[in-house]
């Protein structure tokens, strides 16, 4: 299972992006898809994550300016950020929770990370 994530840039505070990342490879289901981000020097964080169902969380941070969606026919999960600010200036990470059997549990995968900038 390969996740590849798109969309990253550099953009100005104020402006949007669109981060895309999709699921491929020997896939039965997904449960959960999410996005996460580093900066430098700081740890990993949760940003968003949508349940099959179609259920979401966000970061507090992020609330009212991104929004996370997903096509289950493209095993995609798509991450609509508006209002950026300088601190949102990291790498973005994609995530999921991948079966590759009906047997078989969930499993975790992640994606190579999209540099996201934002300028002042």
């Known amino acids: 299972v390969q996740l590849q994530a798109s969309g990253g840039g550099l953009v100005q505070a104020g402006g949007s992006l669109r981060l895309s990342c999709a699921a491929s490879g020997s896939i039965f289901s997904i449960n959960s898809m999410g996005w996460y981000r580093q900066a430098p020097g700081k740890q990993r964080e949760l940003v968003a994550a949508i349940s099959s169902g179609g259920s979401t969380n966000y970061a507090d941070s992020v609330k009212g300016r991104f929004t996370i969606s997903r096509d289950n026919a493209k095993n995609t999960v798509y991450l609509q950020m508006n209002s950026l600010k300088p601190e949102d200036t990291a790498v973005y990470y994609c995530?999921?929770?991948?079966?590759?059997?009906?047997?078989?549990?969930?499993?975790?995968?992640w994606g190579q990370g999209t540099q996201v900038t934002v300028s002042s």
């Open positions: 995530n999921a929770e991948v079966r590759v059997r009906s047997y078989r549990p969930a499993d975790e995968y």
